[in-house]
């Protein structure tokens, strides 16, 4: 037993060495939407889908930094609210999506939730983002 704790913690230590970009590109262009709308997408949403990421103590200590890091790049990736710019030709089904992925609680994603009591949307704020995403 002593062996596998020793192993676990040589593995544990070895991982730390491992390069992790934790970075934050310019904002080319943030999202055009009213304040509360902004307000909402910026707890919720931003850490991972924006060039804005608050990279929090533990993104610093693997195998966390690793995870976060994954998690960030796909995030980006699929939605970036920093660059907003780029999705002129098709906003509105954009704002569909996000609407979609909050109405089936896909996003903000539990785990996120968890770790962030505060991107936990109430009624009133998923009430605001549908009436803004569906144009209503």
Request: with cysteine.
């Amino acid at each position: 037993m002593k062996k596998f704790i020793a192993f676990l913690v040589v593995v544990f230590i070895g991982i730390q060495f491992i390069p992790v970009e934790r970075t934050n590109p310019p904002v080319v262009s943030d999202i055009d939407a009213p304040s509360d709308i902004k307000d909402i997408l910026r707890k919720a949403c931003y850490d991972c889908h924006s060039n804005e990421t608050n990279w929090a103590w533990y993104t610093k200590i693997a195998p966390m930094s690793l995870l976060t890091a994954k998690d960030v790049e796909e995030g980006r990736k699929h939605l970036n609210f920093s660059e907003w710019g780029n999705y002129t030709s098709k906003t509105e089904q954009i704002k569909e999506e996000i609407w979609e992925e909050v109405r089936e609680e896909q996003m903000p994603p539990w785990m996120y939730r968890v770790s962030h009591g505060e991107s936990k949307l109430t009624p009133e704020e998923k009430n605001l983002l549908r009436n803004w995403a569906t144009n209503k």
